[in-house]
């Protein structure tokens, strides 16, 4: 009984095998000839490849039709073999994945055009619509939105059935609304929901879809269509004023930080420093020192590089700032022609002295991961290093008022400030005062090279693009007043901002100058005027 049992078993077990050896090839034969379509160098040949191999469900489906979207999928006319060369450079065979030794000579790139791009992205977003990883979802749903390929319809609907994450649903929503739009036998009622899912996503991507749709829908569809597009518009518009005023709000960080030594010495000492550029120019160059060393020494600390440039910058330019003024800027006081030249030229030799050690050409300076990257607020993007750097503003300019206000050397500063004879009388060290204060303003214009590191190229020539808005920031705000300085910052960045697109960056500059000279003519003395004696005098 066991005997035949056992024999039995056996049979079964071999006509298993059997029908599993042929049956393999019968499942396997299709998807090759599905490859091998490729080698037909026709591109309706190839857009039927990509449909059948999306549809396969093969685990080689993926790398087929990413490589074919990047231009590494090869094919051989005659042996009708196509090959995937990979990132590694590496040469494998599309059908069975095994490694190749190298390409055929008569091996050619499949080629695409720009409907069958279109088609790729479709493909590749179906086959990713699926994936457990929720921002793959999202990305295959936007590469459906902007493809709107009809064929990723059931694969759309199946995905926006399952899905539990509110914004990749809402991508699949706004993929499905996207190909009914375009969908032929689609009906009135479905269009219109698409209409106002599109609408509602109010992007310029959604203008652009709607405007693609052509003058042949019925018209309470183009009526909708043209609604929308009117409102999208609109939308963009008001999110557009907001985009310029961020940007003029980081501009305006960028000149507040560059602008607020300037007028810390120009208000107490009335010293014209045409040097204060290269002041920000040294804490750049001390932030590029910082990195080298913590990239090749102490890989690890990157994240922290900025840090630990900040109090090195300041202290670098502070110190050779009280050095300038005890060599050179103190015995220029109250003769601002020679102290304007003087200090031009000492801006020249320490150009010089940057172009010698460091060279010429532009230095890399990275960004932190911390630092890195944006993110999107309604229909505005907005980097993470530009937001970081009006922060560290702000908190640079809290510090300094609180010092101003309640410390000793504060205290001095502001008498000397507002009646220099007087604060001398009283025996406040006015000379110390001088060096004191001329190396706080260089040390903070040192802290914002530390920052303007982050967006502009680390050159011998960083400082000077800073200046000439330093000084108009300074004049406007009014001469010593750090309020007067903040509101100067952010006025004249927001303003250049939005005259940008209008008049041009040349001519933008041009009418932000004249409005301050027309400005300056009935009030000289700034938006904020100093209070004293002395200075009304």
């Known amino acids: 009984m066991f005997a035949n049992c056992f024999v039995r078993l056996r049979a079964a077990f071999l006509s298993i095998l059997l029908i599993t050896c042929f049956a393999l090839p019968a499942l396997a034969g299709p998807f090759e000839d599905s490859v091998a379509k490729f080698a037909n160098d026709e591109f309706s040949d190839t857009e039927e490849a990509i449909g059948e191999i999306a549809a396969s469900g093969n685990q080689l489906a993926f790398p087929i039709i990413s490589a074919l979207q990047d231009g590494r999928l090869s094919a051989d006319p005659e042996t009708k073999k196509v090959f995937i060369t990979q990132a590694d450079s590496k040469i494998v065979d599309a059908t ?29 977003g179906g086959l990713t619509l699926m994936s457990p990883d929720p921002a793959k979802r999202l990305a295959a749903a936007q590469s459906v939105f902007k493809s709107h390929e009809e064929s990723a319809l059931p694969n759309v609907e199946a995905a926006l059935a399952k899905e539990t994450n509110k914004a990749t649903r809402q991508a699949f929503a706004e993929a499905r609304a996207a190909i009914l739009l375009f969908k032929s036998d689609a009906s009135d009622n479905d269009k219109l929901e698409a209409i106002a899912v599109i609408k509602a996503r109010g992007d310029q991507e ?33 999110w557009s004023g907001v985009q310029n005023a961020w940007y003029g709000l980081s501009l305006g960080s960028v000149l507040l930080l560059a602008a607020i030594g300037l ?78 030249l003087a200090t031009w030229g000492l801006s020249l030799v320490l150009q010089q002295a940057v172009r010698t050690a460091f060279g010429p050409t532009n230095r890399e300076v990275g960004n932190p991961s911390w630092m890195s990257g944006a993110f999107e607020l309604g229909q505005i993007t907005i980097t993470y290093n530009r937001l970081w750097i009006l922060c560290f503003t702000m908190a640079v300019f809290a510090i300094l008022l609180a010092m101003l206000r309640y410390s000793a050397i504060g205290l001095e500063m502001r008498a000397v400030t507002q009646n220099r004879r007087m604060a001398a009388s009283m025996g406040i060290a006015t000379s110390r005062v001088d060096a004191l204060t001329f190396g706080l303003g260089s040390g903070i214009a ?10 502009d190229n680390v050159s011998p020539n960083l400082g000077q693009s800073y200046i000439i808005d330093s000084f108009m920031v300074v004049v406007f705000g009014g001469v010593g007043n750090l309020w007067g300085t903040l509101v100067g910052a952010f006025t004249l960045g927001i303003a250049n901002k939005f005259l940008e697109p209008v008049a041009g960056a040349v001519l933008g500059k041009i009418a932000i100058l004249v409005l301050i000279i027309l400005f300056i003519q009935k009030r000289p003395r700034g938006l904020f005027a100093l209070k004293g004696r002395a200075v009304e005098a």
């Open 96 to 124: 069975t994945g095994a490694a190749v030794d190298k390409l055929p000579d008569n091996a050619a790139t499949v080629r695409l055009n720009n409907r069958l791009r279109r088609t790729v992205e479709a493909a590749l």
């Open 206 to 238: 959604a203008m652009a879809l709607l405007t693609s749709i052509g003058s042949d829908q019925p018209p309470l569809v183009a009526k909708a269509a043209a609604g929308a597009i009117s409102s999208i518009q609109g939308n963009l518009a008001i």
């Open 263 to 340: 007028a810390i010495t120009f208000g107490v000492m009335g010293v014209i420093n045409m040097a204060h550029g290269e002041m920000v120019m040294l804490g750049a160059y001390t932030t590029f020192v910082v990195q080298e060393v913590i990239r090749t020494r102490y890989p690890a600390l990157f994240d922290y590089s900025l840090l630990i440039a900040v109090p090195l910058a300041f202290l670098v330019a502070g110190g050779i700032g009280v050095l300038i003024e005890r060599s050179i800027i103190r015995f220029l006081y109250g003769r601002p022609l020679e102290t304007l």
């Open 446 to 455: 040192g802290i914002a090279g530390v920052a303007l590191s982050q967006i």
